[in-house]
């Protein structure tokens, strides 16, 4: 069993930056890869990032890529991510997942364990 906790999350500005982090409990956390997922009112939880078990690896849905940068610490079992340049656009719900495969990391079906979430508000 693997528990996550996001935190960092809060209301800034277009243009700003926040560091959300994500710390886990439990066994193993650094054989699991650890993704990150937003969801806006209305929509459906999408891909943001993923980062592999050893970090040489990461993964960027396009709209963050080069504003985002996702990176962990295995042994504070812990997984940031930094955004900076945000938009009105990022304003979601953001969620850490944890999962046991390397294949299929933009999709949520794919991870094990979630965190409750954490909100971004970017105003204009």
């Known amino acids: 069993q693997v528990q996550l906790v996001e935190s960092g999350g809060g209301l800034v500005q277009a243009g700003g930056s926040l560091r959300l982090s994500c710390a886990a409990s439990?066994?193993?956390?650094?054989?699991?890869?650890m993704g990150w997922f937003r969801q806006a009112p209305g929509k459906e939880r999408e891909f943001v990032s993923a980062i592999t078990w050893s970090g040489t690896s990461t993964y960027y849905t396009d709209s963050v890529k080069g504003r985002f940068t996702i990176s962990r610490e295995n042994a504070k079992k812990t997984v940031y991510l930094q955004m900076n340049s945000l938009k009105p656009e990022d304003t979601a719900v953001y969620y850490c997942a944890a999962s046991s495969t390397e294949y299929g990391l933009g999709y949520p079906d794919q991870y094990d364990y979630w965190g409750q979430g954490t909100q971004v508000t970017v105003s204009s």
């Open positions: 439990g066994r193993s956390f650094s054989s699991y890869v």
